[in-house]
């Protein structure tokens, strides 16, 4: 499905309950760098089987949505602006909804937040840190940069090459030299195919990855927009940490939710992160990078928790201030003192999804977009916890075909 906006069309997926109607605020979920909405195909039926309308979508410039003119369209500030947007369109009734951001898109997610342009209900960071990435990750990716830039230095403009007539969908209307000064994508898009045959598929072959997946894997690297993977990929290394004004803001629910082997950003990082944001925390056992697809359904199951509770505490604030004007005047009895909460709502322990028909495999590799087959994620438990929770995951330890693909390519 396409989300039209007025900052132009995405490339989405969406999930709706099987039975019954939306009754929950719709979720809102963006991908990391070089991913897509596929990446969440595991999740989203179980998502949406709790009454909600849950939606994936690709950034611009990423996997079949359309691409800027030029890096500046890839700005931390203009990607938040399309979130903006894409928020409006799907949650058209002005009354917000739960946003996820993976990764670099937790990074878009937190700028979105920040704009304060949009009603967000909860806010969830998923294998995100405070700011850039380091250690291995941030050395593959400077690597694929460096291989970028020279191209720009070695191919730039000159006499003979005139701009391609052939653009992917992240790729649309980049042609001719970009308003950065940067070589168009068509030229770009070279070197992005001598990465992955040096080094991408390489290494997925080596992860005995299936060659169906790794076809989608190849497919999904050339149509990313090259000028976008580039701006992308510096913000990722350059990133300020805005934990403290994200802190700030005051009222919104978070969760910091991580795999225990995160190798982008380590979980100590991001545990310090949910201390200093005053937020929920949650570690899966077993989980890298990428837990919609190596544990989805704890990954599910703790959303479903998460946002459930996020709605119950919005509507009980707003039933305690409706019986407060209610009651306001002359003779009218006090209106009984708030209770004080934890920050954020409090979230029951997360358990495994309620038993359901088994998803074929599609996962983040999936050649044909769709959402997994039903099933239900349900919360265990009514126990409120605040803080860390450590979530015992049914995947821990091992993947299912659904989670066949390496956890992530270079630093998604």
Known sequence: MTIQSHRGAFAALEAQPTTGVCERRPALLIPGFTGSKEDFIPVLQ??????????????????????????????????AADITAIIGAVAGDGQGLHLVGHSLGGLIAREVALARAARITSLTLLGSGPGRITGQRAEMLRGMLAMMAATDREDGPGPGRGPSTEDGPGTAGNRGTSDDGLPPDHRLRATVARIWDEHLAPQARADRVPEHLIA???????????????AMGKYLLTCPDRTAELANLGGLPILVLYGENDDAWRPAVQERMARRLGAHRVCIPGAGHSPPVEAPETTASTLTAFWRTAEDSERRRAAGHAMSSGHSGPGARPAAAPTSEAPGPALPAPGPAAPGPAAPAPG?????????????????????RESAVSAPSPSQGRRGSAAALPSGQWAR
């Open 364 to 384: 983040p590799a999936a050649p044909t977009p769709g959402p997994a087959a039903p099933g239900s994620a349900s919360a265990r438990g009514p126990a409120a």
């Open 216 to 230: 989608f894997l190849h497919r999904r690297m050339m149509s990313n927009s090259p000028t976008g993977l580039v």
């Open 46 to 79: 179980p998502l949406a089987s709790a009454g909600r309308r849950v939606v994936a979508i690709d950034m611009r410039g990423q996997y079949q949505s359309q691409g800027a003119t030029g890096a500046g369209g890839y700005a931390p500030d203009e990607l």
